[in-house]
T-cell receptor, first 112, second 114 residues
Framework: AQSVTQPDIHITVSEGASLELRCNYS??????LFWYVQSPGQGLQLLLK??????LVQGIKGFEAEFKRSQSSFNLRKPSVHWSDAAEYFC??????????FGGGTRLMVKP | NAGVTQTPKFQVLKTGQSMTLQCAQD?????MSWYRQDPGMGLRLIHY???????DQGEVPNGYNVSRSTTEDFPLRLLSAAPSQTSVYFC?????????????FGDGTRLSIL
C-alpha cells in the first residue's frame, strides 16, 4: 500500500529565509508526486507535480521540489520565504487510478 | 466554467440524522472522489468513481455511500451521522489515465455532528 510521511508537523522560519519541507513516500511503482498548499479555511491549491523526467520540478509561487528515488523523498524548497507563504502544505502520491494518498501535512509559520 | 462545486459549505447535524453532500463538476472529468480532512491526518480517500455507474471504496468508506448516475455529479451520503464524521469534506475530479493532470478540488464542506 502506498503511504506518505511528512516528518515535520510545524515549521517556523523567518521571512526571507530559505525553506525545505520534507516528504517521504512508499509506493511500489514509479510514483506520481504532488505538493499542495492550503490556506486557513480554504481549499487545496496545487503547487507542483512530478510524473517523470527531470527530477527537479518547478512550481508556482517560486517553489521547487526534487524527486530522489534512492531516498524515496520529494522535498519542497523555496529560497526566500514571504509572509504570505504561511499555510499548511501537503505532500501526496497518486496511484494509477489518479487517487491520492496524502501526508499528514506541515504547518508553516513565518516570523516577520 | 465553475470547476468543482460543493454544497453546502457548512452543515450541523445531530447524531443519527442523514444527509447528502453534493458535488458537481463541469469539466467532463471521468474520475471523481471524496476525501475527508482531519487535523494531523491530511486528507483520506472515502470513495471514488472512475465513470458513471462505477464506484469503489477508498481508505475510510464506513458510514458513507456514493453513487454516480451522471458524469457531472457524485453525491456523498451519510446514512446515520456520528460524531466521528465531524470533518471537512473535499470532492475532487480529474481526467483519467493517459491525460493525467491535476486533481481539481472543490472548496470543501465543513460538517459538524453533535
Amino acid at each position: 500500500a502506498q503511504s506518505v510521511t511528512q516528518p515535520d508537523i510545524h515549521i517556523t522560519v523567518s521571512e526571507g529565509a530559505s525553506l525545505e519541507l520534507r516528504c517521504n513516500y512508499s509506493y511500489g511503482a514509479t510514483p506520481y508526486l504532488f505538493w499542495y498548499v492550503q490556506s486557513p479555511g480554504q481549499g487545496l491549491q496545487l503547487l507542483l507535480k512530478y510524473f517523470s523526467g527531470d527530477t527537479l520540478v518547478q512550481g508556482i509561487k517560486g517553489f521547487e521540489a526534487e524527486f530522489k528515488r534512492s531516498q524515496s523523498s520529494f522535498n519542497l524548497r523555496k529560497p526566500s520565504v514571504h509572509w504570505s507563504d504561511a499555510a499548511e502544505y501537503f505532500c501526496a502520491v497518486g496511484n494509477a487510478g489518479n487517487m491520492l494518498t496524502f501526508g499528514g501535512g506541515t504547518r508553516l509559520m513565518v516570523k516577520p | 466554467n465553475a470547476g468543482v462545486t460543493q454544497t453546502p459549505k457548512f452543515q450541523v447535524l445531530k447524531t443519527g440524522q442523514s444527509m447528502t453532500l453534493q458535488c458537481a463538476q463541469d469539466m467532463n472529468h471521468e474520475y471523481m472522489s471524496w476525501y475527508r480532512q482531519d487535523p494531523g491526518m491530511g486528507l483520506r480517500l472515502i470513495h471514488y468513481s472512475v465513470g458513471a455507474g462505477i464506484t469503489d471504496q477508498g481508505e475510510v468508506p464506513n458510514g458513507y455511500n456514493v453513487s454516480r448516475s451522471t458524469t457531472e455529479d457524485f453525491p456523498l451520503r451519510l446514512l446515520s451521522a456520528a460524531p466521528s464524521q465531524t470533518s471537512v469534506y473535499f470532492c475532487a475530479s480529474s481526467y483519467r489515465q493517459g491525460r493525467r493532470g491535476r486533481q481539481h478540488f472543490g472548496d470543501g464542506t465543513r460538517l459538524s455532528i453533535l
